[in-house]
Nanobody, 117 residues
Framework: QVQLVESGGGMVQPGGSLRLSCAAS????????SGWYRQSPGKQRELVAT????????YADSVKGRFTISRDAGAAKMPDLQMNSLNPEDTAVYYC??????????WGQGTQVTVSS
């Protein structure tokens, strides 16, 4: 089973930036889409941003204009997430995710992002 590993989380002051990266332990064939989700204490996991194999990008309304998802050339690559203008409401555990054409989901263990002064 391919594992996803996130990196780049940490603590930042409001208004700051972080860049999250995701790496796969192997090759996931026929990725349909990949992206980032987050979960805050007491809340459900929510979509942050996704990118399809064809390059279509979707963002949660709460992060539009502040976060940017990107992926190196090749749909098999895992996406990065550039997060700017962070605010305390962005504090959460961020998860990398991918889904293949057999609708198998792959998740990372998560990386903590804390926005606090």
């Amino acid at each position: 089973q391919v594992q996803l590993v996130e990196s780049g989380g940490g603590m930042v002051q409001p208004g700051g930036s972080l860049r999250l990266s995701c790496a796969a332990s192997g090759t996931i064939s026929s990725i349909m889409a990949s992206g980032w989700y987050r979960q805050s204490p007491g809340k459900q996991r929510e979509l942050v941003a996704t990118i399809s194999s064809g390059g279509r990008i979707d963002y949660a309304d709460s992060v539009k204009g502040r976060f940017t998802i990107s992926r190196d050339a090749g749909a098999a690559k895992m996406p990065d997430l550039q997060m700017n203008s962070l605010n305390p409401e962005d504090t959460a555990v961020y998860y990398c995710q991918a889904i293949d054409r057999l609708f198998r989901n792959y998740w990372g263990q998560g990386t903590q992002v804390t926005v606090s002064s």
